[in-house]
């Protein structure tokens, strides 16, 4: 049987050379995007998609619209209980607003 110190010294060599393979491997699959990517002559956005915050051309961001939950009764303005509370529901109790 193999002493502690024989299996600890196996262990860092096979620790290597995972680590080499691992490399070796890495820069290999990083050499085929580069030469697909070339080949094909493809953009960063073609290979990702949009980056964050912007838009593809093209498409529209569809908003669905909430239904009202508290209406005003001397003005008839609505409000559906998302962002900041209008003025004529500040500081006032809401549930006599809620629409039925």
């Known amino acids: 049987m193999a002493s502690l110190k024989e299996l600890m010294a196996q262990q860092i060599a096979l620790a290597k050379q995972i680590e080499d393979l691992r490399s070796k491997e890495h820069a290999e699959a990083i050499a085929k995007v580069q030469a697909l990517i070339a080949e094909h ?42 962002g900041i509370a209008p003025k004529w529901l500040a500081g006032k109790d809401k549930t006599k607003y809620l629409i039925a």
């Open 41 to 82: 002559m493809l953009t960063q956005q073609d290979v990702f998609g949009t980056s964050r915050g912007r838009k593809a051309s093209g498409v529209k961001k569809v908003k669905s619209k909430v239904a009202a939950k508290y209406r005003d009764p001397e003005t008839g303005k609505e409000w559906s209980g998302r």
